[in-house]
C-alpha cells in the first residue's frame, strides 16, 4: 500500500495571541522560543502550554492611533537573551532586554507616497555567526553589523527595476507582498525571492549577484539553470526581459538554505523547488 504520512501534535500551546501569528523562533537555551503577531511578541517555555509572558507589544490603547506593525522576529543563534524585531515602518529592534535600535535615515529628496510601504521589513535574520543581521524591504536587502547602528554595512538593490512600477504595484496590492532572505552555512552568500519567479544570489566577497528562475520548464533533473537579466532602462539587449514582461502572480515569498550543504529550497506559490550545486 502507499506509504501515508501524517503529522500529530505533541502539544498544543494556544490563546496567547489576538492576531494572526507571523512569526516564530526558537532560542539557542532548547527551553524557550518566541511566537510573533502584527503588534506583540510573546516568549513560551517548551514544557509550559498554557501561559506565555509578553516581551513587546506595540499596541496603543486607542487602535485609531496605530501606526506601525511587527513583520518579522529572531532570536540570535548563541545568545539567548538577544532577540531582534523588525518593524513595518522599515526599522529594526535589537533586544537583549535592554534594547538598540537599527535605521538608516531616509534621503529627503527621494521620499514619495510609496517611502513608507516599500520600507516596511518584511524579513530580518541573524548571521550563522551572530556578528551581522540582514534585512529585506521591498526593493533592496541590507546587512547590519550588530556592533554599528547608524548604518547597514552592505546594500544590495534587489528589485530596483520596479520602482518605476509602483503605481500598478499598489493596485494589485503586490507592494505588500512580504519576502524572505537567508543566508548560506558561511554566511558568504545571501539570497532572496522575487517576482517571474525568480531568485536572486548575492555573493558578499565576490561582490557578484546571480537571478535565477525557478520554474517547471527550466528545471528538469541534472539541468543547469540559465542566469536571468531584466532590462532597467534604455535598449533592451538580447538575453534580457523587459519589465512589462514580468508576470506578478508568480513569486518566490520563501527561502531557505541548508546549514551545511549548497542545497537551496525556494516555494514558488503552490510548487517546492529543490536546487543543489552543480556535482562533478
Known amino acids: 500500500m502507499d506509504l501515508m504520512v501524517e503529522a500529530s501534535p505533541r502539544r498544543i500551546f494556544a490563546n496567547a495571541h489576538t492576531y494572526h501569528i507571523n512569526f516564530i523562533s526558537v532560542n539557542s537555551d532548547h527551553e524557550t522560543y518566541l511566537s510573533a503577531d502584527d503588534l506583540r511578541i510573546n516568549l513560551w517555555h517548551l514544557e509550559i502550554t498554557d501561559r506565555s509572558f509578553n516581551i513587546v507589544d506595540v499596541k496603543p490603547a486607542n487602535m485609531e492611533e496605530l501606526t506601525e506593525v511587527i513583520i518579522a522576529a529572531e532570536f540570535h543563534p548563541h545568545q539567548c537573551n538577544v532577540f531582534v524585531y523588525s518593524s513595518s515602518k522599515g526599522t529594526i529592534q535589537l533586544c537583549d532586554m535592554s534594547s538598540s535600535f537599527f535605521e538608516e535615515p531616509e534621503d529627503p529628496s527621494s521620499r514619495s507616497f510609496f517611502s513608507e510601504i516599500i520600507s516596511s521589513i518584511s524579513d530580518v535574520k541573524f548571521s550563522h555567526s551572530g556578528r551581522c543581521m540582514m534585512a529585506r524591504d521591498y526593493l533592496s536587502l541590507k546587512v547590519w553589523d550588530l556592533n554599528m547602528e547608524n548604518r547597514p554595512v552592505e546594500t544590495h538593490q534587489v528589485q530596483e527595476y520596479l520602482r ?20 548560506n552555512g558561511s554566511d558568504s552568500v545571501v539570497m532572496m525571492g522575487s517576482y517571474n519567479n525568480f531568485f536572486i544570489m548575492f555573493d558578499r566577497n565576490a561582490r557578484q549577484d546571480v537571478t535565477l528562475e525557478a520554474s517547471r520548464e527550466n528545471s528538469k533533473r541534472c539541468a543547469s539553470l540559465k542566469s536571468q537579466k531584466v532590462c532597467t532602462g534604455g535598449k533592451r539587449k538580447k538575453d534580457e526581459i523587459s519589465v512589462d514582461s514580468l508576470d506578478f502572480n508568480k513569486k518566490i515569498l520563501h527561502t531557505v538554505w541548508h546549514p551545511r550543504e549548497n542545497i537551496i529550497a525556494v516555494a514558488a506559490t503552490n510548487s517546492l523547488y529543490i536546487f543543489q550545486d552543480k556535482i562533478n
Open 164 to 183: 518605476s512600477e509602483l503605481c500598478s504595484l499598489y493596485e494589485n496590492d503586490c507592494i505588500f507582498d512580504k519576502f524572505e532572505c537567508c543566508w
